[in-house]
């Protein structure tokens, strides 16, 4: 089993400044929405940018960011399934 935090569908189109897609989290009554799954129903993991303007907050850090930030950008080049993925 896996456990997932939830995130908007993706946007039908990339950012044109830099051809990344902007999603955020799901949530309900002010919580993540978030489930526990079975692992083989994870087809791919995913790389996240937090979108954090011109410089990023001194208080993230690696561990922390994912708590912190509630907008991200999808890489979608990270890696060749990723790449296939979205074109």
């Known amino acids: 089993l896996a456990y997932v935090e939830w995130f908007f569908s993706l946007p039908r189109v990339p950012d044109p400044n830099h051809l990344l897609y902007k999603i955020k989290r799901s949530m309900k009554d002010g919580m993540q929405l978030a489930s526990v799954?079975?692992?083989?129903?994870?087809?791919?993991?995913?790389?996240?940018?937090?979108?954090?303007?011109?410089?990023?907050?001194?208080?993230?850090?690696?561990?922390?960011?994912?708590?912190?930030?509630?907008?991200?950008?999808?890489?979608?080049?990270?890696?060749?399934?990723m790449y296939a993925t979205f074109f």
């Open 37 to 81: 799954i079975p692992v083989a129903n994870i087809h791919q993991s995913t790389h996240l940018f937090p979108e954090f303007g011109p410089t990023a907050p001194h208080n993230w850090t690696s561990a922390m960011v994912l708590e912190l930030c509630g907008t991200f950008f999808v890489n979608a080049t990270s890696d060749r399934h």
